[in-house]
């Protein structure tokens, strides 16, 4: 990752453990550019030819920025800062000619930096690495564990862009090994198998695909979320999260009444299996940064693991597949019907140690509020 000069590179176990630990960010600093500045001129997405892995269709359903400031975007980041920066390898069978590009979101547009790598499959490798001092301004020392749900969110959004598109091959690494780029997309052009995934690679479970329309209108709904989901939406979620989360993570879900408690997908896969009682949502609510409307949140889906003692590897990798699976879990969210807003700061929020297990080995990692009904509702009832 790259760091700003004011925070200092920093181990990241210790910088986890320090961003999990009740201290308060210190005042802001400035943010710096919305996007990197990339060398080398911008060049037009020319036109797909057929066969062709349509590059500006790719980006657009995925990572571009659909208003003046860059803040809105189809995939969501902590304080709307999107510190995820995308450098492209293009191989054969693109739009765009074979080369190294770097994707400027907030215009648009790819600048040219030079020749395709070696080797350099067909289709676009998209590699994900970050600007830490944008999340950094705001969150301080709790920015680390939310760039890697950013990155992870990124290549959720790349990946189910690629499904619409009919790249329905693409390998996703998050893997947790590499610090530059932090996560890796590779789509073959539509129709191809691409190159074998990796036994690393994280991937989706397999539902409706999704269309150009339902991801562009991705957005995390703002507070309150009130309401509780289903049965079935709850389990549908919940599965997609499970599914693409790996076995790092285990997934559960705390629910209100009639019957609060902490519910997880039953063995069948047909059912929930409630395997904790008692409300757990105003505890959430006082871990997540005291945002005291979780409280009140129809259901939370939790993404919990990463235990104390893990390396950086295991923390890169569980973060990054926590938020690819949560950008999921939203998308089928709201396919539902559901409002859903992803939750990434956590602090104290050892969920084992609470339910009377070992401390230290099952934490929070991730997030999503879900609620039946949407806060402009809310406002007008």
């Known amino acids: 990752m790259e760091h700003t000069r004011e925070d200092g590179p920093t181990d990241l176990a210790a910088a986890l453990a320090h961003a999990r630990s009740p201290q308060r960010p210190g005042p802001g600093t400035p943010a710096g550019a919305a996007v990197r500045a990339w060398p080398g001129p911008p060049v037009a997405f020319p036109k797909a030819g057929p066969g062709d892995l349509d590059v500006q269709a790719l980006l657009r359903l995925s990572l571009a920025a659909s208003d003046g400031s860059g803040r809105l975007r189809p995939v969501p980041s902590a304080g709307a800062l999107h510190p995820v920066d995308t450098e492209l390898a293009v191989g054969a069978g693109c739009s765009l000619p074979p080369g190294r590009y770097g994707y400027d979101p907030l215009r648009h547009r790819v600048h040219r930096l030079g020749p395709q790598p070696d080797r350099t499959p067909p289709g676009v490798t998209a590699g994900l690495s970050v600007t830490a001092r944008r999340t950094v301004s705001h ?173 950086a590897p295991h923390i890169r990798r569980a973060h990054l597949r926590a938020g690819f699976a949560v950008h999921l879990a939203h998308v089928t969210a709201r396919r539902h019907g559901l409002a859903a807003r992803p939750v990434g700061s956590w602090q104290q929020a050892d969920l084992g140690a609470a339910l009377g297990a070992a401390p230290g080995r099952d934490w929070v990692v991730h997030a999503l509020a879900l609620g039946t009904r949407y806060a402009d509702e809310e406002n007008t009832t």
Do not use: K, M
């Not at 997309?185 to 191809?192: A, D, Q, R, T």
């Not at 879900?253 to 395997?275: N, Q």
């Open 139 to 311: 969150y301080g020392h709790r920015a680390r564990p939310l760039l890697l749900l950013d990155t992870g969110h990124a290549a959720a959004a790349l990946y189910l862009a690629a499904r619409v598109l009919g790249a329905r091959e693409a390998a996703v690494r998050l893997d947790g090994i590499a610090e530059n780029p932090l996560a890796s997309v590779h789509i073959p052009p539509p129709g191809s198998r691409g190159p074998a995934r990796p036994a690393d690679s994280a991937h989706g479970p397999e539902p409706a695909e999704p269309t150009p329309a339902e991801l562009l209108a991705r957005r995390s709904d703002p507070p309150p979320l009130p309401g509780a989901p289903s049965q079935d939406a709850l389990r549908a979620v919940l599965t997609t999260a499970a599914r693409a989360g790996t076995a790092d993570l285990r997934w559960c879900a705390a629910v209100g009444p009639p019957r609060p408690g902490l519910v997880e997908p039953a063995a069948d896969g047909a059912t929930l299996r409630r395997y904790a009682a008692g409300e757990a949502r105003p505890t959430l609510a006082a871990w997540a940064a005291g945002q005291a409307w979780i409280a009140d949140a129809g259901a939370v889906l939790l993404a919990v693991g990463c235990p104390a003692d893990a390396d």
